[in-house]
């Protein structure tokens, strides 16, 4: 079960902090949408997260559950995940206690950023989408998850081999893709039999501990979407 502990306390500048604690064993975390209305409602100024991109991205989709507008708080996040493709884009470290540091420097120095998202359906995505195989490989982590195994390097590695041989269907994929014509006057393009597609909206893709993955490597924040 996720618990949430509450707690408003006046700051040095009388700012009043709200800290909201969730604890889920294991498993993915899904945010209530209602603790983002009271924050919209209560016209926070900023939002932080601890944890990786999962996190982020539930948190994300919570403050935008009314669409963007000038009522949404900032978002600051201090990397915890495994990954943490979000955070080390925008240039943070991935040692938590450091990375705090250099958000209350830029906090106090009025420092802000925007970027621009993506969009799956209803659900908004910061760093990148994936479809197919992608996809399956992240069903697959989150089942390895929720049985209380970590998300290693080793483990994604192992998930990855095992999901390309033994579970996705390579030799009749479901996927069709149709790419706008790259010139006025030519038609649309459509790739069919694809069985991996990824969505970039920045680079790197991904990390393999410290090292980049980048099938995009021009994706980013404040440039479109990239295939």
Not at 168 to 180: G, V
């Amino acid at each position: 079960d996720t618990r949430f502990l509450y707690s408003e306390t006046p700051t040095a500048h009388m700012h009043t902090l709200k800290i909201v604690v969730m604890n889920v064993a294991g498993s993915p975390i899904t945010v209530s949408l209602d603790m983002f209305i009271d924050a919209l409602e209560k016209r926070l100024d900023l939002v932080i997260t601890l944890g990786g991109d999962g996190v982020v991205n539930e948190v994300v989709n919570g403050m935008l559950c009314n669409g963007p507008s000038d009522e949404v708080p900032l978002l600051a996040t201090v990397p915890g995940g495994s990954g943490n493709v979000f955070a080390r884009t925008l240039g943070l470290p991935t040692d938590a206690v450091e990375a705090t540091g250099l958000i209350l420097d830029r906090l106090r120095d009025g420092g802000t950023r925007t970027v621009g998202l993506g969009r799956a359906g209803q659900r908004w995505f910061l760093a990148n989408a994936g479809l197919g195989i992608d996809a399956e490989i992240i069903a697959a982590m989150e089942g390895h998850r929720q049985s209380g195994h970590a998300a290693t390097p080793a483990r994604y590695l192992a998930t990855t081999l095992n999901e390309f041989c033994r579970g996705t269907n390579r030799k009749e994929p479901a996927l069709t893709l149709t790419r706008p014509p790259a010139h006025a006057g030519e038609g649309a393009e459509r790739l069919e039999g694809v069985f991996l597609a990824i969505v970039q909206n920045t680079s790197p893709w991904t990390y393999f501990g410290t090292w980049p993955m980048s099938p995009c490597p021009q994706a980013a924040f404040d440039l479109d979407l990239d295939v």
